[in-house]
């Protein structure tokens, strides 16, 4: 029994060192997820993506301007051949250039029509929204998780708290069983009893200050909590109960799922696609324009002694009149690519209205047992306190005493596990229905 309460003890210390670290609600506990889950930093930088990928998309509207140089030594200078025209039918070798060639200058491209750029200024909206929507759609799993953790969390801290107050009222009972079995009033069989049930309330305690652990590391491996740093919560037992008895049923409203969202901003950047696949056809109009310096010489110290100057400006049209039929492919696959789209959101409204059935039926049995369990725990303590009255003044033995008590414990950690059931289903119905 020494070892027993020493291995209590150990258990015990870290649990109320705990006390110290200032405490954290569930709502706290999400908005610190939200600000420090290493996956949701991670998707954040999405958004950043998709807006640096527009802006480089569109530099294409922009000018593009540029300085060029070079210089060239025609170590071996081209020969070709001109007709003599002094000795008729003769031809005579003539070297091309200068030796020693430079030129330098600025050349600039202005894109004037292009219906690919027409296409990406089309689409940065829903590239921006895209990347919004798979965040948000990342923070409400989160939330869930987070939710989730901190309910099972509190089960074992409430296990823990039964556990604890099972083992004063067992003490007491095992002092009076003692008192009673040395003075000679009742046989050993009630202290052994006795002895029995507080052991086992011990290994219970033992075993909730274990898995609190466990469940601990989960919600700060979920909020991004520091692996070492201590984490205490704050919990309103009595508000939760509250909740789950009085809370209104909530509705489905599909269309407010970031999943539906994005597949509809999908459906959207396919449509733009398939526009520009259908105006493929249409000129891609440009404007260039430059001035140069040319240097020409003989020798490598007079290259820069001349220098003559040039322009040119252009206006390009490309017409692309045939490739294949390639375009009419690229459309029709375009469309069949939309047709699918619609399929998966007929699939993915199917898919939710099933997840908010499953939701809705466990939200409403989890409240259903949790008033059942309350009731319970009522009725189980009225007779534990009448029986434990009666053991006292001798009308009863002890082991109805003792199964009183088996009662109790069992009907408060039922209403303990429905409570957190019916929580757990409430967050769960609030993520199918986008509310959480």
């Given at each position: 029994?020494?070892?027993t ?11 109320l060192?705990?006390a ?19 996956d ?5 930088l ?33 020969v ?10 003769e ?23 292009s ?9 940065q ?9 798979v ?14 953790a901190f ?16 083992i ?5 009972n095992?002092r ?19 002895t ?16 609190l652990d466990?469940?601990m ?13 201590p984490l ?7 508000r ?36 520009y696949l259908?105006r493929?056809?249409?000129p ?8 140069l ?16 100057p040039?322009?040119v ?16 492919h690229?459309?029709?696959l ?9 399929y998966?959101l ?7 209205q099933r ?14 047992n949790?008033?059942?369990?309350e ?23 002890f ?16 209403a303990l596990?429905a ?16 509310t959480?």
């Amino acid at each position: 029994m020494t070892r027993t309460l020493l291995f209590i003890c150990l258990f015990s210390v870290p649990f109320l060192a705990r006390a110290q670290v200032q405490a954290m609600d569930r709502e706290q506990c999400v908005a610190y997820a939200l600000a420090n889950a290493p996956d949701l930093r991670n998707a954040r930088l999405e958004d950043s993506i998709a807006e640096l990928n527009n802006q480089i998309l569109l530099s294409a509207w922009k000018p593009i301007v540029a300085l060029t140089g070079a210089v060239t030594n025609n170590w071996k200078q081209q020969v070709t051949l001109f007709p003599d025209f002094n000795n008729p039918g003769e031809t005579s070798e003539v070297v091309l250039g200068q030796k020693w060639l430079s030129n330098a200058g600025v050349t600039v491209n202005q894109l004037i029509y292009s219906p690919e750029v027409i296409r990406d200024r089309n689409l940065q909206r829903a590239n921006l929204e895209a990347a919004r929507l798979v965040i948000e759609e990342q923070e409400l799993q989160l939330k869930a998780r987070v939710s989730t953790a901190f309910y099972q969390t509190l089960l074992f801290t409430e296990r823990i708290t039964l556990a604890r107050a099972d083992i004063e009222r067992l003490e007491r009972n095992l002092r009076d069983a003692r008192l009673l079995y040395e003075n000679g009033i009742n046989d050993k069989v009630d202290y052994k009893r006795a002895t029995i049930a507080l052991n086992q309330a011990k290994a219970n305690l033992a075993t909730g200050l274990l898995g609190l652990d466990s469940r601990m590391a989960e919600l700060k491996s979920l909020m991004g909590y520091p692996e070492n740093q201590p984490l205490d919560l704050t919990y309103d037992y009595e508000r939760y109960s509250l909740d789950v008895t009085s809370d209104s049923l909530l509705d489905l409203e599909i269309r407010e799922r970031p999943e539906i969202r994005a597949l509809r901003i999908r459906q959207q950047q396919q449509d733009l696609n398939t526009t520009y696949l259908r105006r493929s056809w249409q000129p891609t109009v440009s404007a260039q324009g430059g001035y140069l310096y040319n240097y020409l010489a003989s020798n490598l110290g007079d290259l820069y002694g001349q220098k003559y100057p040039a322009g040119v400006a252009s206006l390009n049209v490309n017409v692309p009149l045939f490739n294949g039929g390639r375009r009419f492919h690229q459309v029709e696959l375009a469309t069949v690519l939309r047709l699918g789209l619609d399929y998966e959101l007929e699939a993915l409204r199917q898919e939710i209205q099933r997840e908010f059935a499953v939701a809705d039926n466990d939200y409403r049995s989890g409240r259903l047992n949790f008033l059942i369990a309350e009731e319970n725990v009522e009725l189980a303590r009225e007779i534990y306190e009448v029986i434990d009255l009666q053991y006292r003044e001798g009308i009863k033995p002890f082991l109805e005493v003792v199964i009183a008590e088996s009662d109790l414990r069992t009907s408060q950690n039922r209403a303990l596990n429905a409570l957190i059931d019916a929580l757990i289903a409430r967050v769960e119905l609030q993520r199918v229905t986008a509310t959480l």
